[in-house]
C-alpha cells in the first residue's frame, strides 16, 4: 500500500538530508571542551548537561543560553566570545578522522549510494564542511546546506529545504534523520519524514537509537507510509 503525501502523487524515496553533529559524527565532546574553557573564563556555569541543551542550537543562542538570566555583554563582547570559542572548536575539529564517524553510518551511506538514493547533510553547523572532509564522508554526500546557507535557524525548516533542493528533490521524496528536538521540528515544517536518533528526538515518525538501526528499505517503506514501520523501528 502506498499513502499518498502530496495530493494525489506518489513519492518515493529519492533522497535522505541528515542532520551531522550527533548523527553521523560525534562533535559533542568537542563542544563541549570549547564551550567549557570560555564559561570557566567567564565564570559561567556549565557541564554536560547543558552541554546537550545546546544540540542542534546555533552558535550565538547556545552562548546566551550559557549566560542564562545572567546579563549579556555588550554586543561587541558577546560576539568576541562566540568567536573564542569557535577558534578554539576549530583547533580541536583538525584532530577528527574517520574515527569520529558514528557506528554504522558510513555504511548506511554507501547503501544509499548503492542504492541510487541521494545523501545531504543539514547542519546549523558553519564548520559543517570541514568535518565532513575531515570525517572521509564527502566521499558519500552529495550536499551540505550548514549554518552558511542559511538566515533561520532550526526549528525553522530552511536549512532542510536547501538539502532537498541541492539533491533536486522534492521534501516528500525525502527523509530527514535528526538527534535535535528543535531538528525534528525542522524536518516536520519542510514536509519531510522526520526520524529521530537517540534519546531528545523520541517525538519523531520513526524513532531509532543510532543511524546504524536504519536500512534503506526501512527509510523507503517510511516515505511510501506503509503504517506499520511509523514509531516501529
Ligand atoms: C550544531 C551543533 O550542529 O551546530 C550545536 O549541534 C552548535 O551544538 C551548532 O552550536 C553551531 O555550530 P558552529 O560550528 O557553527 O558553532
Ligand atoms: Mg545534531
Redesign the pocket.
Known amino acids: 500500500m502506498t499513502i499518498n503525501k502530496t495530493g494525489g502523487e506518489t513519492c518515493r524515496l529519492r533522497g535522505v538530508v541528515f542532520d551531522?553533529?550527533?548523527v553521523l559524527v560525534v562533535t559533542d565532546r568537542y563542544?563541549y571542551q570549547a564551550w567549557k574553557e570560555l564559561a570557566d573564563d567567564l565564570g559561567l556555569p556549565f557541564d554536560s548537561k547543558i552541554n546537550h541543551q545546546?544540540?542542534?542550537?546555533?552558535?550565538e543562542e547556545?552562548l546566551q543560553r550559557i549566560y542564562g538570566s545572567r546579563p549579556l555583554p555588550p554586543p561587541e563582547e558577546f560576539k568576541a566570545q562566540c568567536d573564542r570559542k569557535?577558534e578554539r572548536?576549530k583547533e580541536l575539529i583538525r584532530q577528527m578522522d574517520e574515527n569520529d564517524v558514528l557506528e554504522g553510518a558510513a555504511e548506511l551511506l554507501i547503501q544509499l549510494r548503492d542504492a541510487g538514493v541521494k545523501s545531504a547533510v543539514a547542519?546549523?553547523?558553519?564548520?559543517a564542511r570541514e568535518v565532513v572532509e575531515r570525517t572521509g564522508l564527502h566521499r558519500y554526500i552529495d550536499f551540505v546546506a550548514d549554518?552558511n546557507s542559511i538566515t533561520r535557524a532550526k526549528p525553522d525548516p530552511q536549512v532542510f529545504l536547501v538539502a532537498c533542493e541541492g539533491i533536486g528533490c522534492r521534501p516528500c521524496e525525502c527523509v530527514g534523520v535528526e538527534d535535535?528536538e528543535a531538528g525534528v521540528e525542522a524536518i516536520r515544517r519542510a514536509g519531510m519524514v522526520a526520524v529521530g536518533v537517540g534519546a531528545q528526538a523520541k517525538d519523531a515518525d520513526c524513532w531509532v537509537q543510532t543511524v546504524g538501526d536504519l536500512s534503506v528499505d526501512l527509510l523507503r517503506r517510511l516515505v511510501e507510509r506503509l503504517p506499520e514501520n511509523r514509531k516501529n523501528c
Open positions: 551531522l553533529d550527533g563542544h545546546l544540540r542542534g542550537v546555533s552558535r547556545s569557535n572548536y547542519s546549523s553547523s558553519k564548520n549554518g535535535a
